[in-house]
């Protein structure tokens, strides 16, 4: 995994951005986003300069990880055009289809209404150089997908499933999606979430509650890179509940878990 490099970008390019990495899932309530936010923050601490553009428009939850969600991003000036600027913290920046909604107001944006959105976060937001911005999919295969997909110059996918069956078929469509013609965008792998479960009392004991590699074997199967596992941790539901990414932590499993992966991804 040391020698490959992330593929070029075959879209429009965004001067500036050098990657833009769409994170998707079949299935809602895998963990996508749980995974960007910590690759992102995996990112940072790399030393690379990352952003977030979080485009689940059906429940963005990536101002909450970031704990940013009572902040707006700025209007600034860039060579006479008025852009939006993202918002930050712990060193990524973000922008979110959370941002342009009102708490608590269940918004049905239809898929053009969506697009346009994303695109005015991508290509009218002050972002700077990047290295890599991780674009958080919403969940599912529909047309809002297609039309990020074929406006936005996205250099490669990863896709997060649970190992449980009903999330590996819809992850499985997730990767059929990417490798389709008319997209055509490289899968860098799959990331295998709530992997198994290790009580404290039993630290040796591994429970495999949604069954056992179940996205490694799917990965072997769709001929496309595996990149890591993580397991289920009750205090990574609590880092991204109060804001504050698990792998900001040093030297813990979790720390390790996310920068593997993310050496597998780039
Ligand atoms: P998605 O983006 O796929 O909808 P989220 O990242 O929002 O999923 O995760 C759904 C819920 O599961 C969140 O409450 C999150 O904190 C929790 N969660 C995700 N991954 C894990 C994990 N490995 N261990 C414990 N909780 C997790």
Redo the contacts with the bound molecule.
Sequence with gaps: ATEKKAPEIKGKPIPGIKNIIAVA?GK????????TANLAVTLSKMGFKVGVLDA?IY?P?VPIMFDVAAERPLSVNVDGKSKMKPVENYGVKILSIGFFTKPNQAVIWRGPMAAKALNQMIFDAAWGALDFLLVDLP?GTGDIHLSIMQSLPITGAVV?STPQNVALADAKKGVAMFQQESINVPVLGIVE??AYFTPQELPNNKYYIFGEQGAKNLSEDLQVPFLGE?????S??ES??IGRPAALQEETPLEESFKEITRNMV
């Design positions: 899932s809602g309530g895998v963990g996508k986003s749980t995974v689940d429940g939850s969940p997060v979430n709530m993580i397991p289920l941790v009750q990574l539901r991204g509940d």
